[in-house]
């Protein structure tokens, strides 16, 4: 089992709404930190990572965001231009004109090439060592297997080439568990625990890439030791309520209340905790990151999650 | 029915809108409970309004049979079993469908609704590019989602048909989605492609895309692409046709969008963005709905008071609580107090943030609903109705 920033390539994937680019920021903003000159890309390209980071926006051109941080976002158009460039002697890019016009031709014509673009372009930052560890937030769950599964199906459709030649090296990049992992964010809810759970095992039967951690993200905290729930059962009794309420002069209901919905809330995730750990394979390490009771977001949020995964980590 | 009063009637509620709809589709960022929410809509309106109602899930991770409690409903329509309801305490008013989507079923049948004629029909089930765009990529999710929602209200068996959007890159791909294939099937370039290998090379002005094309691609990857779209290409005006007819319904009056989010900053910047793209689209708003709403107890200012009493007086409380607690260890009840003031300011944090984001929701639809945050899953009819009863705009029973 290769540690997490031991590797050279992380994507980071879940299902919407979990905090995946903030786990993916963190993990990028740690391992900085930790002195690991860090490439954190964005494939999305929605802007979040620069939003998140407190940072101007990001470009296809890597930019040191925070120190020994780099961000860049994805623009696979982007990406086939630096490819051209790289691999074709002649000074194609000036030649073939509307180059949006015939790429976004090509992309929608034959699959993957987005895809093959997007994960070339990573897999090349690793292959040529720019940086210790790159850090992708990665599509949901919906997309990442046919993100993490474009070379191999490109290596099926197309026989010979320039494509071809590339997507060998891609694969085997892919496949080793040393330079490359996944890391799905999930909330201890319902919904997102299945879709992990699926996803581990699409990832498993359709990928050769190894699925590294799981991160549970918005853990909510214990209220009560063993026998203090019992003490709150007694609390929320009328007599003792009221007595608590002349003690404090208020009325204590909306605070029993709000406890009750607390202590709910977390027991029904615990539930699904439970749930997704015995449906990973016990070899998938899960990390768990707090859920914060803040008013802010953005790069302080970003710190603190950054800490808690440290601590995860075994830092 | 006079509009301005309409609209004071159901500002919280979106049964005028389920009711005089014939198609609405759910749509916001992802992980907000949209899936939910549409089986929740569809649900309560076949209960109350009555008439047949689809919900229609486009969702690929199949998480509304989770939620309606059915294995493996297919690309087919199938009712949820009316015990479901009466399981529920409830005789609905009318019926409940559900129906997933499944992208290569419906590209398949597509493809033999449209193909000229057996043999091109077969040669593009069995093209390897084929299996590829319909099986594998995600973007034809979009497409398909659009036409599948196309093909059932044609078929005109639903009174109304909820629609719950696929998880896209961009919230808005579906729209487009349409738009993009006829787009597509008309363009120059394709043209280009498929125009016999040979002339291609001598034709000066794309000769420099092929060669490029060619050294990326390799001439046989090329020749199966070409070969693929030749086929296509027979089916392309009831292709081009079918999409205009898809982008011209969710444009009509019968079609309503319902914008669903959060009150967290992320999802709702992005819901924003939905519903001002919908108008300047001219699509209709319908309604936004904010879902997991934390209850409004928790800004009540006395209770933030109360909270702090409890947490740094706890000491001294649970000396004086002590009685009415039937002996319980001091110790026992100070964590208690501290823990319980605790978390409610700490839940409170967030009540507030979520109650700042709503103040500044900058745009207006015609039904504002807040849902609030359910302490237990939503897994079966009775959840979703539960739900529902909120989405109409109605209180909880005090329990």
Same mark, same amino acid.
């Given at each position: 089992? @290769?540690?997490?920033?031991?590797?050279?390539?992380?994507?980071?994937?879940?299902?919407?709404?979990?905090?995946?680019?903030?786990?993916?920021?963190?993990?990028?903003?740690?391992?900085?930190?930790?002195?690991?000159?860090?490439?954190?890309?964005?494939?999305?390209?929605?802007?979040?990572?620069?939003?998140?980071?407190?940072?101007?926006?990001?470009?296809?051109? #890597?930019?040191?965001?925070?120190?020994?941080?780099?961000?860049?976002?994805?623009?696979?158009?982007?990406?086939?231009?630096?490819?051209?460039?790289? $691999?074709?002697?002649?000074?194609?890019?000036?030649?073939?004109?509307?180059?949006?016009?015939?790429?976004?031709? @090509?992309?929608?014509?034959? #699959?993957? @090439?987005?895809?093959?673009?997007?994960?070339?372009? !990573?897999?090349?930052? @690793?292959?040529?060592?720019?940086?210790?560890?790159?850090?992708?937030?990665?599509?949901?769950?919906?997309?990442?297997?046919?993100?993490?599964?474009?070379?191999?199906?490109? $290596?099926?459709?197309?026989?010979?080439?320039?494509?071809?030649?590339?997507?060998?090296?891609?694969?085997?990049?892919?496949?080793? =568990?040393?330079?490359?992992?996944?890391?799905?964010?999930?909330?201890?809810?319902?919904? =997102?625990?299945?879709?992990?759970?699926?996803?581990?095992?699409?990832?498993?039967?359709?990928?050769?890439?190894?699925?590294?951690?799981?991160?549970? $993200?918005?853990?909510? =905290?214990?209220?009560?030791?063993? $026998?203090?729930?019992?003490?709150?059962?007694?609390?929320?009794? =009328?007599?003792?309520?009221?007595?608590?309420?002349? !003690?404090?002069?208020?009325? #204590?209901?909306?605070?029993?209340?709000?406890?009750?919905?607390?202590?709910? !809330?977390?027991?029904?995730?615990?539930?699904?905790?439970?749930? !997704?750990?015995?449906?990973?394979?016990?070899?998938?390490?899960?990390?768990?990151?707090?859920?914060?009771?803040?008013?802010?977001?953005?790069?302080?949020?970003?710190?603190?999650?950054?800490?808690?995964?440290?601590?995860?980590?075994?830092? | 029915?006079?509009?301005?009063?309409?609209?004071?009637?159901?500002?919280?509620?979106?049964?005028?809108?389920?009711?005089?709809? *014939?198609?609405?589709?759910?749509?916001?960022?992802?992980?907000?409970?949209?899936?939910?929410?549409?089986?929740?809509?569809?649900?309560?309106?076949?209960?109350?309004?009555?008439?047949?109602?689809?919900?229609?899930?486009?969702?690929?991770?199949?998480?509304?049979?989770?939620?309606?409690?059915?294995?493996?409903?297919?690309?087919?329509?199938?009712?949820?079993?009316?015990?479901?309801?009466?399981?529920? %305490?409830?005789?609905?008013?009318?019926?409940?469908?559900?129906? +997933?989507?499944?992208?290569?079923?419906?590209?398949?049948?597509?493809?033999?609704?449209?193909?000229?004629?057996?043999?091109?029909?077969?040669?593009?089930?069995?093209?390897?590019?084929?299996?590829?765009?319909? %099986?594998?990529?995600?973007? /034809?999710?979009?497409?398909?989602? +659009?036409?599948?929602?196309?093909?059932?209200?044609?078929?005109?068996?639903?009174?109304?048909?909820?629609?719950?959007?696929?998880?896209?890159?961009?919230?808005?791909?579906?729209?487009?989605?349409?738009?993009? +294939?006829?787009?597509?099937?008309?363009?120059?370039?394709?043209?280009?492609?498929?125009?016999?290998?040979? /002339?291609?090379?001598?034709?000066?002005? /794309?000769?420099?895309?092929?060669?490029?094309?060619?050294?990326?691609?390799?001439?046989?990857?090329?020749?199966?692409?070409?070969?693929?779209?030749?086929?296509?290409?027979?089916?392309?005006?009831?292709?081009?046709?079918?999409?205009?007819?898809?982008?011209?319904?969710?444009? *009509?009056?019968?079609?309503?969008?319902?914008?669903?989010?959060?009150?967290?900053?992320?999802?709702?910047?992005?819901?924003?963005?939905?519903?001002?793209?919908?108008?300047?689209?001219?699509?209709?708003?319908?309604?936004?709905?904010?879902?997991?709403?934390?209850?409004?107890?928790?800004?009540?200012?006395?209770?933030?008071?109360?909270?702090?009493? +409890?947490?740094?007086?706890?000491?001294?409380?649970?000396?004086?609580?002590?009685?009415?607690? %039937?002996?319980?260890?001091?110790?026992?009840?100070?964590?208690?107090?501290?823990?319980? %003031?605790?978390?409610?300011?700490?839940?409170?944090?967030?009540?507030?943030?979520?109650?700042?984001?709503?103040?500044?929701?900058?745009?207006?639809? *015609?039904?504002?609903?807040?849902?609030?945050?359910?302490?237990?899953?939503?897994?079966?009819?009775?959840?979703?109705?539960?739900?529902?009863?909120?989405?109409?705009?109605? *209180?909880?029973?005090?329990?």
């Amino acid at each position: 089992m @290769v540690a997490l920033l031991d590797r050279r390539l992380v994507f980071v994937t879940g299902k919407g709404g979990v905090g995946k680019t903030t786990v993916a920021c963190a993990l990028a903003l740690f391992a900085a930190e930790r002195g690991r000159r860090t490439l954190l890309c964005e494939v999305d390209a929605k802007g979040d990572v620069a939003s998140y980071l407190e940072t101007d926006e990001t470009s296809f051109t #890597p930019r040191q965001v925070l120190p020994g941080l780099f961000a860049m976002s994805m623009d696979t158009e982007a990406s086939l231009r630096e490819y051209l460039k790289l $691999n074709l002697r002649i000074p194609v890019v000036g030649r073939i004109g509307p180059l949006a016009r015939a790429f976004d031709f @090509v992309a929608t014509a034959a #699959p993957g @090439v987005r895809e093959i673009l997007t994960v070339g372009k !990573l897999c090349y930052e @690793v292959r040529e060592r720019h940086y210790d560890l790159v850090v992708v937030d990665a599509p949901a769950t919906g997309h990442i297997v046919g993100q993490l599964a474009a070379p191999q199906a490109i $290596n099926e459709l197309v026989k010979v080439g320039l494509i071809r030649s590339q997507t060998d090296w891609m694969v085997e990049i892919l496949s080793d =568990p040393a330079r490359t992992g996944l890391v799905i964010v999930t909330t201890p809810e319902e919904m =997102p625990v299945n879709e992990t759970m699926e996803l581990a095992g699409r990832v498993a039967k359709e990928t050769s890439v190894d699925l590294a951690d799981v991160v549970v $993200n918005r853990v909510l =905290p214990e209220l009560f030791g063993r $026998n203090e729930e019992q003490v709150f059962e007694r609390l929320c009794r =009328p007599d003792a309520a009221h007595r608590l309420g002349e !003690l404090v002069g208020g009325d #204590p209901r909306p605070v029993l209340e709000a406890a009750r919905l607390a202590v709910t !809330l977390r027991r029904t995730r615990a539930e699904h905790l439970e749930r !997704l750990r015995a449906g990973l394979d016990s070899e998938v390490q899960m990390l768990y990151l707090p859920f914060l009771f803040t008013r802010f977001h953005g790069l302080r949020t970003i710190r603190q999650v950054a800490s808690s995964l440290g601590e995860e980590l075994g830092f | 029915m006079p509009k301005a009063r309409r609209a004071e009637d159901t500002a919280g509620s979106l049964d005028g809108l389920l009711a005089s709809r *014939e198609i609405v589709v759910a749509c916001g960022p992802g992980g907000v409970g949209k899936t939910t929410t549409a089986a929740a809509a569809a649900a309560t309106a076949a209960a109350r309004i009555g008439g047949k109602v689809l919900v229609l899930t486009v969702d690929p991770a199949k998480r509304l049979a989770n939620a309606l409690g059915l294995d493996g409903i297919g690309n087919t329509e199938r009712q949820v079993p009316e015990d479901a309801f009466h399981n529920a %305490g409830v005789r609905p008013a009318g019926e409940l469908w559900a129906a +997933m989507l499944d992208t290569k079923e419906s590209w398949d049948s597509l493809i033999r609704t449209h193909a000229p004629d057996a043999r091109t029909r077969d040669e593009i089930l069995g093209n390897p590019l084929y299996r590829n765009i319909s %099986g594998r990529f995600v973007q /034809s999710h979009d497409y398909i989602a +659009m036409e599948r929602l196309f093909e059932i209200h044609s078929e005109g068996d639903y009174d109304l048909i909820v629609v719950d959007t696929p998880p896209t890159r961009n919230a808005l791909d579906f729209l487009d989605a349409p738009e993009r +294939m006829a787009d597509f099937f008309s363009s120059r370039l394709l043209r280009w492609l498929i125009v016999p290998y040979r /002339s291609r090379l001598v034709n000066v002005a /794309s000769r420099p895309f092929y060669q490029v094309a060619d050294r990326i691609l390799g001439t046989q990857f090329l020749e199966d692409i070409a070969q693929f779209f030749i086929l296509f290409q027979t089916m392309y005006d009831g292709f081009v046709e079918r999409a205009r007819a898809v982008q011209r319904l969710l444009a *009509e009056r019968r079609t309503s969008f319902v914008v669903v989010s959060t009150l967290e900053v992320v999802p709702l910047r992005e819901a924003e963005f939905f519903a001002e793209q919908l108008v300047a689209r001219k699509l209709h708003l319908g309604a936004i709905v904010l879902n997991k709403v934390l209850p409004a107890y928790l800004r009540d200012p006395s209770g933030a008071e109360v909270a702090e009493a +409890m947490r740094d007086r706890a000491t001294d409380l649970a000396g004086a609580l002590a009685p009415v607690l %039937g002996g319980a260890e001091e110790r026992n009840v100070r964590r208690v107090l501290t823990e319980v %003031g605790q978390s409610y300011l700490d839940y409170r944090v967030v009540a507030q943030r979520e109650a700042e984001q709503r103040a500044e929701v900058g745009t207006a639809p *015609e039904v504002l609903v807040s849902v609030p945050f359910f302490d237990t899953d939503v897994y079966d009819v009775a959840g979703l109705l539960r739900l529902g009863s909120r989405l109409w705009g109605e *209180e909880p029973r005090a329990t």
